[in-house]
C-alpha cells in the first residue's frame, strides 16, 4: 500500500541553523513521483519540488537541497542557513504513475520553527 | 498567487446540514482535486474531476459530492454534516495530469466548522 512518513513532527532550530527534514515512502509502482509542499499559517500549499523515480539527481535551489535515495525509499529536504520566514509546516507526497488520477498522498507533516 | 480562489474562506456550520464550498481555478486547468485536511493532519484526497467528469476518489463516503464547470470553476459539496468533517478543505488544479508535465495549483482553502 501507499504510504509517506514524515517521523519528525516538530523541528525547533536557531536562526542559521541547517536542518533536515525526512521523508521515507512505500509504493509499489516502479513509475511514481514525489514532492515536498510548504504550508505557512495562511494555509495555501506551496509546491517547492517535485521528482519522479526515474530521476534520482540530487537537486539545489538557492538555500533548499533534496536528496533523493530510491535504496533507502527517502526523499529527504535539507534548508541551509536557516531564516525565520522558513518557519512553517512541510510535507512530502507521492503520486503514483498506475493512478489515473494522480491523486496526492501526502505524509503528516513536520512544524519547522525557525527562532531568530 | 496560484490564481486559484476558493469561497468562502472560513464556515460555521451546524451538525446535520448541508454545506457547498467553491473553488475557482485557472483558465484552461481542466483538472481538479479536492482535499481535507484535519487539524495537525496531512491533506486527505477526497475526488478529482477531469473535463467534468470525476476521475477518482478517496476514502470518502458518498454524502462527499462534486461537480466541475466549462468555466474551470467547481464545488464540492457535503451533505449530513458530521463533527469530524471540521477541517480545512483545498482544492487544486492542473492544467493536465501526468505530475510530470503539470504541477498541481492549490487555493488557499475553506476552514469547515462543524458544531
Known amino acids: 500500500a501507499q504510504k509517506v512518513t514524515q517521523a519528525q513532527t516538530e523541528i525547533s532550530v536557531v536562526e542559521k541553523e541547517d536542518v533536515t527534514l525526512d521523508c521515507v515512502y512505500e509504493?509499489?509502482?516502479?513509475?511514481?513521483?514525489l514532492f515536498w509542499y510548504k504550508q505557512p499559517p495562511s494555509g495555501e500549499l506551496v509546491f517547492l519540488i517535485r521528482r519522479n523515480s526515474f530521476d534520482e539527481q540530487n537537486e539545489i535551489s538557492g538555500r533548499y537541497s533534496w536528496n533523493f535515495q530510491k535504496s533507502t525509499s527517502s526523499f529527504n529536504f535539507t534548508i541551509t542557513a536557516s531564516q525565520v520566514v522558513d518557519s512553517a509546516v512541510y510535507f512530502c507526497?507521492?503520486?503514483?504513475?498506475?493512478?489515473?488520477?494522480?491523486?496526492?498522498?501526502f505524509g503528516s507533516g513536520t512544524r519547522l520553527l525557525v527562532r531568530p | 498567487e496560484t490564481g486559484v480562489t476558493q469561497s468562502p474562506t472560513h464556515l460555521i456550520k451546524t451538525r446535520g446540514q448541508q454545506v457547498t464550498l467553491r473553488c475557482s481555478s485557472q483558465?484552461?486547468?481542466?483538472?481538479v482535486s479536492w482535499y481535507q485536511q484535519a487539524l495537525g493532519q496531512g491533506p486527505q484526497f477526497i475526488f478529482q474531476?477531469?473535463?467534468?467528469?470525476?476521475?477518482g476518489r478517496g476514502n470518502f463516503p458518498p454524502r462527499f459530492s462534486g461537480l466541475q464547470f466549462p468555466n474551470y470553476s467547481s464545488e464540492l459539496n457535503v451533505n449530513a454534516l458530521e463533527l469530524d468533517d471540521s477541517a480545512l478543505y483545498l482544492c487544486?488544479?492542473?492544467?493536465?495530469?501526468?505530475?510530470?508535465?503539470?504541477?498541481?495549483?492549490f487555493g488557499p482553502g475553506t476552514r469547515l466548522t462543524v458544531t
Open positions: 483558465s484552461g486547468h481542466n483538472t
Open positions: 474531476y477531469y473535463r467534468e467528469e470525476e476521475n
Open positions: 509504493t509499489r509502482d516502479t513509475t511514481y513521483y
Open positions: 487544486a488544479s492542473s492544467p493536465g495530469q501526468s505530475p510530470l508535465t503539470y504541477e498541481q495549483y
Open positions: 507526497a507521492l503520486s503514483e504513475g498506475g493512478d489515473s488520477s494522480y491523486k496526492l498522498i
